[in-house]
């Protein structure tokens, strides 16, 4: 027979304990039975069992899947949904019969002082760390528990976090004294209590006799013998503290009472001074000249030169190598400069110069000189002239000399010696006012360094060729030790000379062909380092050079004979750095197209001369020997610089055309068409070793495209959702604003559900309230009835009675 | 002089007040002149008293003349009996021959050089067509125009003739033309009727002269056709023929192509024609197209390299706005590019008209390739002005065309592609660009590459170099702005430089193996000692 309902299983599982069914057939037995309380409570566990396994629903396994192990591990599995319901309802009834107690009700006292939310007197700071210390006595508490089970279990291993933690933190709290854990009402950390208590321990034990192994002393776990580690650690340091604050109170004693102390010392001080003046007037001089003899010893020992190594003799391979290595260093600078890094020191910096230095310089004009900050090598070093010797007897005195302030000045001074005498007078000026003789000689020299670069110019300008020229070599030197020292002051100087330079230009283009602009040039080229990739003065004069090389009319000897020597000294700047100068390759076709014009006259073969500087606009010279040295720039200018380029085929093959014509109209003049033949040869020889390979500047690193095609998903689901373009943020924030929503989604229905029992209460309680009058009334009514009815009965009794009697 | 001007009131007196009977007077008026005729040269602004005197006459005869008109007595038509008209035949051949011809034309055709009476005859001359305009009608208030008289004046301006008239021209263009819309009329269809006749010498053919008239009375922004152009009337009533346009334009035309026919144009005026060309004169032509052959005349018969350009942006707008078709334009426009092409004055505006060119995103790769190698060959002697007015423009062509990329990169040298550089690394590369090819197309400069550009990135100039490294770099930039990059030149820069503040001190560097002990060499060859310059001495 199936048992199919509720009730008939119940009844069978109650049979089946033996709990239905069987009655006690007497009294006695029946005290039997409440005598054997054990057997009583067997038989309501089974109760109790019987009840679980019939009301299925009422328990909820917990998912062990989601849940922490770790913090359900002493929780029993399951919970009793009825339970749960009940605790709920108590506590939501009880707080709800508070509100009503006090609900209407001012003169009710509420006691704002406990909790969070009432008046504490306390910051948001101070709240926070309030908490902070609630949690962590909560979690001490906890600990302290965790740790009675261990104690209990001897299991000791597992120890969590927490009590590592707690080691630190008991440090500071017992510190600050703010709480201390007690245990019955003791402390826990004093070592007297925990050994009383120990002792206390022991002694029930060995009183109680339970058990035997109370005898032998109980091992101590790990966390005891920490504990008392610690605990020793805080007395020391304690006592420590204790001493120190002593010990400090004592030094601000001392400092209160010090100047009490000097005072009584100076005066003491004065009285043994005196007392002194009095033994010494006494004492004897020998005793004095002792004590003298000693200062004067110290003081010569002090002064005393001590034995020092000098500096080792080195071999001459050493000097070599010594030089050597300057000289890789100077060479390792210029390349960095070549590179355009001008400074190693500060290297990153001025890379960002040099890279700024392109920055917006075609398109925005506006560059305003800010203050000029140079670093000045300020050294006062002396201008030293290797040859002291020369000067000579006939100049007179070396204080007679001023330092001239203008050209004319110096002109005047120096027009009273002959010329031989120039550079001794000029080397005198400067040997006198050498700039640590006197302030303000450094100015002087800087001023004479200016005239005497104006002076070189004039002078070769107006110099005579059959003149000596030494001279002129000799006033170089000398400018060139000048301007070492005073480089950075000239820069403004030599910067007004291109700018007039540039002004003379525009005004007439034939006035600047003057053996000066080539000595200046020439000297910048020589006195700085032309291989920099910018310049302060070197690139301005390359833009002053080659724009004369473009923009004169190379149609007279004159001329071309000022674009060789530019084209030489343009090639010269080169000599390192290689760069490719268009004007220059402008010139030698112009030059060439100028030799080849019917204007230049058939000329005869001459021997070989050099080109004199200053014969540049006075000397009338062959022009075959002009093209001679126009050659040798040609050649030059191939060899130092084109023969580097790529395009040098192109070039080549721009000069070898109008060469080749050159060559047909000198086949007569045997050295001329001997050079050309020679140059034209090495032209092919360039051509035929130029592989020529096409270029390949766009050889960039290749760079990876993000993928756009669509990742595949094996067991695509389509229910799931994929977000593969999620960044991981974004998922944390998408994570989070659904939990969000979740919390919010359920403290509404707690809401809902808190507002639906306070209504049910409510409305139950209305009802009770309109019974209770209903039943009232009703009572009344019925009182009311029953004593009307009671005199109606009594009337009708007296109507019948009165009938009656009638 | 007092005598004259007493002797002239008389005689106007005579003739205003005596009637007809003393009309020989003006006879004898005219014939005052002869005294100063005599010597033409000694009538200029310094002679202040024949030229007063000479004015006065003018005036007065003017006015008799003026008065006569006044009284229909210059107008035959309007003669009441046989005598009437024979005196007003009389009158009307003394004022047209005595007066206008032998008086007004005479000093605006004879005076040699700039003077005021001339202006003043020119003034006289207009106010006698205004005259003519009211009184010389068939009937009083008939619309009129006195176009004969006009065509006479036209004629003396136009005439072959050794002086310089253009500051009458240019009077006559500011008083008259400019603002009277009857005037411009007249004067084109008589400009027209007086070309057409072939064989007169009425206007001169080719003449040093009229193509600077006919400029000054072109070029300006006022003219019949404009829209916007205020123009009142010369005349109080003229013809109704004057509204058609059609024929003004017609004339117009054909009086440019009349003027531009001059053989004696200089360069300068063909320079100054075509800048306004497109502006001023496509516009009114009814066939633009019809100039195809003056400017291709102007392109093939001017050694002056910016005539050539600017006919061929005359070419180019009319291809652009009036359809016409001229294969040869590139052709041509390559053949520009000469040496000398980057060392004009005009540079920048050449490379504006290039760049206008080569805009085009439909131009063959073999074209625009030869440009590009072209240009970049021109580089190699070319000025840093030009050089970074340049560099921005092949970039932008790059850009354009990248097909024309394979002329900085060519893969197949990559030595990364081991298989394919392996098999041409050894091999010399042989130039197929042929420089002399006349046709951009047949050039074969696609297949070259552009190691002038890879030369120019070691400039001397820093900034010129790192502009030439922008080939090196990714084409990332969408295009540059020409205009950031035309002006300039070696003034601009040097100022750049010499702005420039002064951060760090001007290494020094002596190094004696690199730049020798001195200067320069000593004037004897036994000197051996390491110098800077080696072929230069003191």
Redesign the interface.
């Known amino acids: 027979m199936a048992k199919n309902s509720q009730l008939q299983k119940l009844k069978s599982k109650l049979k089946e304990n033996g709990l239905h069914g069987v009655r006690y057939a007497s009294k006695k037995s029946k005290q039997k039975a409440k005598l054997s309380s054990k057997e009583d409570e067997t038989r309501d566990d089974k109760i109790q069992q019987i009840r679980d396994s019939m009301n299925v629903f009422d328990n909820t396994a917990k998912s062990h899947k989601k849940s922490n192990i770790l913090a359900n591990a002493n929780l029993s599995g399951n919970s009793k949904t009825t339970e749960k319901r009940q605790l709920e309802y108590e506590t939501k009834l009880m707080s709800y019969n508070v509100n009503k107690a006090n609900l209407n009700k001012n003169n009710t006292f509420k006691d704002n002082r406990f909790g969070e939310r009432g008046f504490s007197g306390l910051s948001e700071e101070e709240k926070t760390l309030e908490r902070y210390k609630l949690e962590q006595i909560k979690q001490f508490e906890e600990q302290q528990r965790e740790q009675a089970q261990d104690y209990t279990s001897m299991k000791g291993g597992r120890k969590s976090k927490k009590t590592l933690y707690n080691l630190e933190d008991d440090d500071g709290e017992d510190d600050s004294g703010m709480f201390r854990l007690t245990h019955g009402g003791q402390s826990l950390f004093d070592n007297d209590v925990i050994e009383a208590k120990n002792k206390r321990s022991r002694n029930q034990y060995e009183q109680d006799g339970v058990a035997e192994e109370a005898d032998i002393p109980r091992k101590k776990t790990k966390k005891e013998v920490m504990q008392e580690i610690i605990a020793k650690s805080k007395m020391y340091k304690q006592e420590r503290q204790e001493k120190q604050n002593t010990m400090n109170e004592q030094i601000m004693d001392l400092d209160e009472d010090f100047d009490d102390i000097l005072a009584e010392l100076k005066t003491t001080e004065r009285d043994s001074i005196k007392q002194k003046r009095e033994e010494k007037s006494e004492s004897k001089v020998e005793n004095n000249i002792e004590f003298n003899d000693y200062d004067s010893k110290v003081k010569t020992f002090q002064f005393d030169k001590r034995a020092a190594p000098q500096d080792r003799v080195l071999s001459e391979q050493e000097i070599l190598d010594k030089e050597e290595e300057e000289a890789k260093k100077l060479e390792k600078d210029r390349e960095m400069r070549m590179r355009g890094i001008f400074n190693i020191d500060n290297e990153d910096e001025e890379r960002l110069d040099i890279e700024k230095l392109d920055e917006g310089f075609w398109n925005d004009e506006s560059e305003a000189g800010e203050g000029e900050d140079a670093d000045v090598p300020d050294s006062d070093d002396d201008i030293v002239f290797d040859n002291k010797k020369v000067i000579s007897d006939n100049v007179e005195d070396i204080a007679t000399f001023e330092c001239p302030g203008t050209h004319k000045h110096l002109l005047t001074l120096l027009n009273s010696y002959p010329i031989e005498e120039h550079v001794s007078v000029l080397k005198k000026i400067i040997s006198s006012h050498q700039p640590k003789l006197a302030e303000g000689n450094n100015l002087k020299l800087e001023t004479l360094t200016k005239i005497l670069f104006q002076h070189l110019q004039f002078s070769v300008d107006t110099m005579k060729s059959n003149e000596d020229v030494k001279i002129l070599d000799e006033l170089v030197n000398i400018f060139v030790k000048l301007i070492t020292k005073y480089n950075t002051k000239l820069i403004e100087f030599l910067r007004m000379n291109i700018q007039s330079l540039q002004e003379k230009f525009e005004q007439s283009h034939d006035s600047i062909i003057k053996p000066s602009t080539v000595l200046f040039f020439t000297l910048v080229g020589f006195v700085y380092s032309t291989s920099d990739h910018y310049h302060l003065i070197v690139t301005p004069s390359l833009i002053l050079i080659n724009e004369f090389l473009e923009q004169l009319q190379f149609n007279t000897v004159e001329s071309i004979k000022f674009g060789c020597m530019l084209l030489e000294i343009n090639n010269k700047y080169q000599t390192l750095s290689k760069r490719y100068s268009p004007e220059s390759l402008f010139f030698v076709t112009k030059s060439i197209d100028f030799f080849i014009s019917e204007k230049v006259p058939n000329i005869r073969s001459v021997e070989y001369k050099k080109l004199s500087l200053i014969g540049l606009k006075s000397e009338k010279i062959n022009l075959s020997n002009v093209l001679l040295n126009l050659m040798l720039n040609i050649k030059q200018s191939l060899d130092l610089i084109w023969d580097q380029k790529t395009a040098v085929t192109e070039v080549a093959n721009i000069v070898k055309s109008r060469l080749s014509n050159l060559a047909i109209k000198y086949k007569d003049v045997s050295e001329v068409s001997s050079e050309l033949e020679t140059i034209i040869k090495s032209l092919n020889v360039v051509i035929a070793n130029n592989m020529h390979h096409p270029l390949i500047l766009q050889d960039h690193k290749l760079i990876s495209i993000p993928l756009v095609t669509p990742k595949f998903e094996d067991n695509f689901n389509p229910d799931k959702r994929y977000n593969n373009d999620l960044s991981p943020q974004q998922n944390e924030i998408n994570k989070l604003k659904k939990q969000i929503h979740k919390e919010s989604k359920f403290q509404l229905k707690q809401f809902r559900k808190d507002s639906k029992f306070t209504q049910d209460l409510r409305t139950k309680e209305m009802i009770t309230d309109k019974q209770a009058y209903h039943e009232k009334m009703k009572r009344i009514v019925n009182v009311i009835n029953t004593e009307e009815g009671s005199e109606r009965n009594m009337y009708e009794k007296e109507k019948k009675l009165r009938q009656g009697k009638k | 002089m007092e005598n004259l001007k007493e002797d002239i009131d008389k005689f106007y007196k005579s003739i205003i007040e005596g009637g007809t009977k003393n009309y020989n007077n003006v006879l004898k008026l005219t014939k005052l002149y002869d005294r100063f005729n005599d010597d033409l040269s000694k009538i200029n602004d310094e002679n202040e008293e024949i030229m007063s005197s000479i004015r006065y006459l003018t005036h007065v005869l003017f006015k008799i003349y003026y008065k006569l008109a006044a009284k229909l007595q210059l107008n035959p038509s309007m003669a009441t009996n046989e005598k009437e008209t024979v005196l007003y035949k009389w009158l009307r051949k003394t004022y047209d021959i005595n007066f206008k011809n032998k008086v007004l034309i005479f000093y605006i055709e004879n005076l040699k050089i700039e003077n005021s009476l001339s202006l003043d005859c020119l003034d006289f001359f207009m106010k006698c067509v205004e005259l003519e305009a009211t009184f010389f009608a068939s009937k009083m208030g008939a619309a009129y125009f006195p176009n004969k008289t006009l065509q006479k004046l036209i004629s003396s301006l136009f005439k072959e003739s050794e002086f310089d008239k253009s500051y009458l021209v240019n009077e006559f263009v500011e008083t008259y033309y400019k603002k009277y819309v009857d005037i411009q009329f007249y004067f084109q269809t008589e400009f027209q009727s007086l070309a057409e006749l072939k064989n007169s010498n009425l206007l001169a053919r080719n003449s040093e002269f009229n193509a600077g008239y006919w400029f000054a009375i072109t070029n300006h922004d006022s003219n019949y056709d404009d829209k916007n152009a205020d123009l009142d009337i010369f005349v109080s009533t003229p013809p109704t023929m004057m509204e058609n346009e059609f024929k003004f334009k017609k004339a117009f035309e054909e009086n440019w192509l009349f003027s531009l026919s001059n053989n004696l144009i200089t360069d300068e005026q063909f320079k100054s024609i075509l800048t306004i060309l497109h502006k001023r004169v496509l516009p009114r032509l009814q066939q633009p197209t019809k100039l195809m052959d003056f400017l291709t005349d102007c392109y093939e018969n001017s050694s002056d390299l910016a005539v050539q350009l600017l006919a061929l942006n005359g070419l180019f707008n009319l291809m652009h706005k009036y359809n016409l078709e001229y294969p040869n334009f590139y052709y041509k426009l390559y053949a520009l590019f000469t040496?000398d092409l980057l060392?004009l004055k005009y540079r920048s505006r050449f490379i504006r008209l290039i760049d206008l060119f080569l805009r085009s995103s439909h131009l063959s790769i073999n074209l625009v390739s030869s440009f590009i190698k072209r240009m970049s060959?021109l580089?190699?002697?070319?000025?840093?002005g030009a050089?970074?007015s340049i560099l921005p423009l092949l970039y932008n062509l790059l850009k354009l065309h990248p097909n024309c990329?394979?002329?900085?990169?060519?893969?197949?040298?990559?030595p990364?592609n081991y298989q394919l550089f392996d098999r041409?690394?050894d091999?010399?590369?042989?130039?197929p660009y042929d420089?002399n090819e006349a046709d951009p197309e047949l050039s074969d400069a696609i297949n070259?590459?552009?190691?002038?550009?890879?030369?120019?990135m070691?400039?001397?100039?820093?900034?010129v170099?790192?502009?030439a490294k922008i080939?090196?770099q990714?084409?990332r930039k969408l295009n540059y702005n020409l205009e950031?990059?035309l002006d300039?030149n070696?003034?601009t820069?040097?100022e750049?430089?010499?702005?420039?503040?002064?951060?760090?001190?001007?290494?020094?560097?002596?190094?004696v193996k690199?730049?020798g002990e001195?200067?320069?060499?000593e004037?004897n060859d036994t000197d051996e000692s390491e110098t800077?310059?080696?072929?230069?001495?003191?």
């Open positions: 040496e060392h060959r580089l190699l002697t070319a000025s840093p050089i970074v990329m394979i002329m900085i990169h060519d893969p197949e040298y990559v990364n041409v690394k091999k010399k590369f042989l130039d420089e070259s590459s552009l190691w002038e550009i890879d030369t120019l070691t400039h001397y100039h820093p900034n170099a790192s502009l080939f090196k990714p084409f950031d990059f300039w070696y003034k820069l040097l750049h430089e010499l702005k420039r503040k002064v951060k760090i001190s001007p290494s020094l560097d002596f190094d690199t730049k001195k200067l320069f060499k004037n800077y310059l080696n072929t230069v001495t003191w």
